[in-house]
């Protein structure tokens, strides 16, 4: 599958039995389904295996919108995340399969974690 991208493939990224992502071979940029990203998510370290792309490329095609569904649905919408308004991501309107730039899941990761554990600290005050 060619990376909607840039030049370079998508080619199968695994991390443990659970998670099977496809990410490019040039620009580390990763095609996931939303319940990838779920998953992804919850799983410890998954930005570390799977998101090992550098930022500042992934930055850098930030600005390339306008891309195909690498599946060939054609033209995929810009989303907003619905947590994080600061990160867009594109997403197919006929697979659901989304395309995220090198560092955006770590980004969208990171807050999630720092949510939660705001979350702990709060419930958890008496506690130590
Ligand atoms: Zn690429
Ligand atoms: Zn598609």
């Given at each position: 599958m060619d990376c909607p991208k840039c030049t370079g493939e998508l080619v199968a990224a695994r991390y443990g039995d659970e998670i099977e992502i496809q990410r490019c071979n040039v620009?580390?940029?990763?095609?996931?389904?939303?319940?990838?990203l779920q998953r992804m998510k919850s799983t410890w370290l998954a930005e570390a295996v799977l998101d090992t792309g550098s930022p500042r490329v992934g930055k850098s095609l930030d600005e390339v919108d306008d891309i195909d569904c690498p599946l060939g649905h054609g033209p995929m919408l810009k989303r907003v995340d619905p947590e994080q308004s600061h990160i867009w991501y594109e997403q197919c309107p006929v697979c659901d399969g989304i395309f995220l730039d090198a560092g955006e899941f770590t980004d969208m990761k990171f807050e999630t974690l720092l949510d939660r554990v705001r979350g702990v600290v709060k419930g958890r005050r008496d506690v130590d």
């Open positions: 620009c580390a940029g990763l095609w996931v389904y939303p319940d990838d």
